[in-house]
Nanobody
Framework: QLQLVESGGGLVQPGGSLRLSCAAS????????IGWFRQAPGKEREEISC????????NYADSVKGRFTISRDNAKNTVYLQMNSLKPDDTARYYC????????????????WGQGTLVTVSS
């Protein structure tokens, strides 16, 4: 069974940092592009970052550029999202998804979503 499990969310103060993990089980991530998405209550889902299967290319939404960094460790079957300088507007549930083969068509050829992990940024 294909499964992605996100972890690392929690409550942080503005300006703080978190690292999210997206771990795969039942399949290997090494042939898939992986995207990070978020959705806040009352708002539409937003794609915030994506990384290609070999890690050679990454992209970011304007809202997180310069603050978030996506990376992957295929040996550990895990993708990470390092989030720095967090703002209250970053509060959302964060999801990872596997698809592709490229980031541009990740959702068009979606394989699986994770269940999400909640990030709350508040003082």
């Amino acid at each position: 069974q294909l499964q992605l499990v996100e972890s690392g969310g929690g409550l942080v103060q503005p300006g703080g940092s978190l690292r999210l993990s997206c771990a795969a089980s039942g399949f290997s991530l090494d042939t898939y592009a992986i995207g990070w998405f978020r959705q806040a209550p009352g708002k539409e889902r937003e794609e915030i970052s994506c990384i290609t299967s070999n890690g050679g290319s990454t992209n970011y939404a304007d809202s997180v550029k310069g603050r978030f960094t996506i990376s992957r460790d295929n040996a550990k079957n895990t993708v990470y999202l390092q989030m720095n300088s967090l703002k209250p507007d970053d509060t959302a549930r964060y999801y990872c998804a596997a698809g592709g083969p490229s980031c541009r068509v990740l959702l068009s050829y979606l394989q699986v979503w994770g269940q999400g992990t909640l990030v709350t940024v508040s003082s």
